[in-house]
């Protein structure tokens, strides 16, 4: 199931929120550095790594101070790669799975590769990659977005896609 909403990403009721990153899990987005910001220091610790990730992988940590207790989150740049659909597409691949391992049935997420894509092509990856089966986890996609233009925009890619 894909349900895109209005909200805050920093508030939103999930088991987890996905957060795109560069290789050091910095932020790969002002949305995601005020996400940061809000997840408070003890989320800066939770995602301190002994060394840096391929562009594609993905990785789960706690949260801080955010409502959902996990962070998922999606390498979508590295030295040797920048933000592109292919280093996306692998990088949505991969946080599913790990979604699947750690069980996190609810995945809220904002639109991958902003600045990078377009809406269109983020929420087209978003619905693409999604496990289309309703059983076992992930099981809910929460796409959430800042305005109600974006919604409308993004609920069209959903039906059409899927």
């Given amino acids: 199931m894909i349900q895109v909403v209005v ?25 995601i550095s005020r996400l940061d910001q809000r997840a ?26 955010l409502t959902a207790p996990f962070v998922l989150h999606v390498i979508v740049q590295d030295p040797e790669s920048k ?3 292919d280093v996306v597409r692998r990088g949505l691949a991969s946080a599913w799975e790990r979604a699947r391992d750690w069980e996190l049935g609810v995945i ?16 087209s990856l978003l619905v693409e990659t999604f496990p289309a089966s309703p059983s076992g986890c992930p099981f809910e996609l ?17 039906r059409r896609t899927r």
């Fill in 7 to 31: 909200d805050d990403l920093a508030l939103i009721q999930a088991d987890a929120v996905l957060r795109p990153a560069d290789e050091n899990l910095s932020p790969a987005s002002e949305t």
């Fill in 40 to 65: 408070g220091p003890r989320f800066a610790e939770q995602r301190r790594l002994s060394a840096p990730l391929k562009a594609g992988a993905a990785v789960v940590t706690g949260s801080g101070e």
């Fill in 83 to 85: 933000i592109g659909r």
């Fill in 108 to 123: 809220a997420t904002p639109l991958v590769g902003a600045g990078h894509l377009t809406p269109e092509e983020s929420a």
């Fill in 142 to 158: 929460r796409i959430v977005v800042e305005h109600e233009t974006e919604r409308e925009l993004v609920e069209a890619i959903v």
